[in-house]
């Protein structure tokens, strides 16, 4: 039912910076926490970064904390991931998901705590 797009991904080199967009299908999007996951050439899907429903918490892997920041605009059902100071271990491809348990608070950081994923884009970090 519901539908993640994400975009935004793209090439850069070290010490660059990207935007990720993740939209929403559904207005419902208001009511879940929505986090990035990334996932490597054979290596497991990683977390990233989480916010709440209502964006008052985040949550970040240390591997990118201070570097990235995750928020949302609920109005156009879209949730960001602002990229900074990128490494070549970034490179992945990246995946925004829902949680569709309405207005939960605690912050999960386990794929399989997600119901709805995007398509992933490619981020590319040159060194």
């Known amino acids: 039912q519901v539908q993640l797009v994400e975009s935004g991904g793209g090439w850069v080199q070290a010490g660059g910076s990207l935007r990720l967009s993740c939209a929403a299908s559904e207005r419902t999007f208001t009511n879940y926490a929505m986090a990035w996951f990334r996932q490597a050439p054979g290596k497991e899907r990683e977390f990233v970064a989480v916010?709440?429903?209502?964006?008052?918490?985040?949550y970040y892997a240390d591997s990118v904390k201070g570097r990235f920041t995750i928020s949302r605009d609920n109005a156009k059902n879209t949730v960001y991931l602002q990229m900074s100071s990128l490494k070549p271990e970034d490179t992945a491809v990246y995946y925004c998901a829902a949680d569709n348990t309405p207005l939960k608070y605690v912050l999960a950081t386990t794929p399989g705590d997600y119901d709805y994923w995007g398509q992933g884009t490619q981020v590319t970090v040159s060194s």
């Open positions: 916010i709440s429903w209502s964006g008052g918490n985040t």
